[in-house]
C-alpha cells in the first residue's frame, strides 16, 4: 500500500458526459501528478500540482482540468468525454525534498488508480 | 528532451533463470531513473531508483540494475526468476523538477 487514495476505483459513463476522479496524497507530500494509461500511448504524464498551484503540464487535453485543494487533496475532472478517454487514470504524489536539495528527483508513490470506461 | 526505449516488449524466462530486461535513456541533464512495476490490475510499484550516487542500485524483491553513462543504459536484472515476478516492467527516467517519462513496458513471463 503506498499511501494513496484514489476514488472511485471503477467509473463507467457515456459520451458527453463529465466525471470527477479525486485523488489523496500521502500524509505529508505537497506534490500530486496525474497519469493517464492506455493501450495506445502507454502511461503519459498530464498535470503536476504543488501545494495546492500548477507547476507542470503535460498531453492534457483542454477538455481535462485538474486542481489541488488547501487540505492537498487533489481532483481531475474530464469533460465531454469521448470513447478514447477510456483508461487508467493514476495519481501520484511526492515530497520534493529531494528536488529542492539538487538530489534529484523524488520517488513519485502511486495510487491504485480510476478504470474509466467511457460506453 | 528526456526519453526512454526499452528494448524488448516481452521477456519470457523460465523460473529460477536470470532476468534481463532492457532500457536505454536519453537526457540532456544527469537525470533519475526508476524502475517500476505493475502487476495485473494493480497500481505502480517502485522497484528500484537510481540519482547519482552508486551507479548498480539495488531494489525490493532481489532485483537490481546498473547505471551505465557510456551506454546510456540502466538495464534490470535479478539472479533468479520467480513466478510471482510476472508483471509489466516500466523503465523511468526524470531530470530534476520534470515529471516522469515512462517506457513502453517490458512484460515479463514466467514459465514453471
Not at chain 1, 489523496?24 to 503519459?44: A, F, H
Not at chain 1, 481531475?76 to 539538487?102: I, K, P, W
Request: net charge neutral.
Amino acid at each position: 500500500d503506498s499511501g494513496v487514495t484514489q476514488t472511485p476505483k471503477h467509473l463507467i459513463t457515456a459520451t458527453g458526459q463529465r466525471v470527477t476522479l479525486r485523488c489523496s496524497p500521502r500524509s505529508g507530500d505537497l506534490s500530486v501528478y496525474w497519469y493517464q494509461q492506455s493501450l495506445d500511448q502507454g502511461l503519459q504524464f498530464l498535470i503536476h500540482y504543488y501545494n495546492g498551484e500548477e507547476r507542470a503540464k503535460g498531453n492534457i487535453l483542454e477538455r481535462f482540468s485538474a486542481q489541488q485543494f488547501p487540505d492537498l487533496h487533489s481532483e481531475l475532472n474530464l469533460s465531454s468525454l469521448e470513447l478514447g478517454d477510456s483508461a487508467l487514470y493514476f495519481c501520484a504524489s511526492s515530497v520534493e525534498a529531494a528536488q529542492r536539495e539538487g538530489r534529484g528527483t523524488d520517488t513519485q508513490y502511486f495510487g491504485p488508480g480510476t478504470r474509466l470506461t467511457v460506453l | 528532451a528526456q526519453s526512454v526505449t526499452q528494448l524488448d516488449s516481452h521477456v519470457s524466462v523460465s523460473e529460477g533463470t536470470p532476468v534481463l530486461l532492457r532500457c536505454n535513456y536519453s537526457s540532456s541533464y544527469s537525470p533519475s531513473l526508476f524502475w517500476y512495476v505493475q502487476h495485473p490490475n494493480k497500481g505502480l510499484q517502485l522497484l528500484l531508483k537510481y540519482t547519482s550516487a552508486a551507479t548498480l542500485v539495488k531494489g525490493i524483491n532481489g532485483f537490481e540494475a546498473e547505471f551505465k553513462k557510456s551506454e546510456t543504459s540502466f538495464h534490470l536484472t535479478k539472479p533468479s526468476a520467480h513466478m510471482s515476478d510476472a508483471a509489466e516492467y516500466f523503465c523511468v527516467v526524470s531530470e530534476a523538477w520534470r515529471a516522469l517519462t515512462f517506457g513502453s513496458g517490458t512484460r515479463l513471463q514466467v514459465q514453471p
